[in-house]
């Protein structure tokens, strides 16, 4: 009996044609190594008074062809999705590196900036009613200015009203809120000058006086 022709690749994953009792499990993917197999045993099993007709021999051969050719493309695809992330990742480094020498604002950052005698403003965001104290300190830990004030529960922007010289200065920022259940933890943005750039795997962290920050955490750049 003439073993079946093997079926047509959109039907893989299903059951033989009428007259093969061979059944594909659903769960399997058949590659090229796997369809080639079948053929050959196809092929070394035949019956020679019943042989492969040259049209069906010719179809499969043109089926495996197919398969060739979708399995070098997938690989072709993935190769130039590979390099397309490496090309990303290297322009946004160097775009990060475009920032060295530049001051950003940044979530974390407990300082503040002073050139040409102005002083870049420190901007916390409280999320409740409370008193807010903070102390700007010079690069020994000499307290330089205190004040403290309300917060509302808006954003509050600090900025001493005193001259100070050009250079970075430290901030400490204190909140203590009405409701003592209320979280007294407060987001300080401040400002630093950013004097290197790197990558941690596919976050861009610029180095800044005073320690790192990740390029999503900047709220504004100078």
Not at 28 to 36: C, G, S
Not at 109 to 115: A, G, I, K, W
Not at 160 to 182: E, M
């Amino acid at each position: 009996m003439a073993i079946g022709s093997v079926p047509n690749l959109n039907n893989v994953n299903g059951v033989y044609p009428s007259g093969s009792n061979l059944k594909v499990d659903r769960r399997l993917n058949l590659d090229k190594d796997a369809f080639l197999k079948i053929l050959i045993t196809e092929l070394t099993t035949q019956d020679p008074l019943d042989p492969l007709r040259d049209r069906d021999f010719i179809a499969q051969l043109a089926q495996l062809s197919q398969l060739e050719q979708i399995v070098s493309m997938n690989n072709s695809i993935g190769s130039m999705i590979s390099s397309l992330s490496s090309a990303v990742n290297s322009m946004r480094f160097t775009m990060a590196s475009n920032f060295i020498g530049r001051i950003v604002q940044a979530e974390g950052l407990d300082s503040t900036v002073v050139v040409k005698g102005e002083v870049y403003p420190v901007l916390v965001e409280t999320g409740g009613k409370g008193i807010l104290s903070y102390t700007i300190y010079d690069q020994n830990g000499n307290p330089l200015y205190r004040e403290s004030l309300e917060s509302n529960g808006n954003n509050v922007v600090l900025k001493p009203s005193i001259s100070l010289p050009d250079g970075i200065y430290r901030v400490k920022v204190d909140f203590k809120p009405y409701d003592n259940s209320a979280n007294s933890t407060a987001k300080v943005y401040g400002w630093s000058l950013v004097n290197g750039a790197m990558m941690d795997g596919n976050d861009i962290v610029l180095s800044v006086s005073g320690g790192d920050v990740k390029f999503d955490k900047i709220k504004s750049i100078k």
